[in-house]
């Protein structure tokens, strides 16, 4: 059984910082595809970044420059730092993996940006 399990949201400021993480219960971890995914109220789910097995990392461009997206193999935690938050990331941030033709999502952690 898979399980994807967030951490690290929170209440914060404008132009702030928080780092999320995921840790992920899978095998072999260090051979999955992780990402960022995050749903804002009345909006749908959008794709914020994904790090390949290799380290390869692609990011929306709405938070380009300001977030980054890491994983730590051996203890199987995929991480996504967030600089300079802005109202408009306010939003519920979910860790998402597929493996075969499985689809695995986290339950999500809340991220609020407001002063």
């Known amino acids: 059984q898979v399980q994807l399990v967030e951490s690290g949201g929170g209440l914060v400021q404008p132009g702030g910082s928080l780092r999320l993480s995921c840790a992920a219960s899978i095998s072999r971890f260090s051979i999955n595809r992780m990402d960022w995914y995050r749903q804002a109220p009345g909006k749908q789910r959008e794709f914020v970044a994904l790090i390949a097995s290799d380290g390869i990392t692609m990011y929306a461009d709405s938070v380009k420059g300001r977030f980054t997206i890491s994983r730590d193999n051996v203890k199987s935690t995929v991480y996504l730092q967030m600089n300079s938050l802005k109202p408009e990331d306010t939003a519920v941030y979910y860790c998402?993996?597929?493996?075969?033709?499985?689809?695995?999502w986290g339950q999500g952690t809340q991220v609020t940006v407001s002063s």
């Open positions: 998402h993996s597929i493996r075969g033709s499985n689809d695995y």
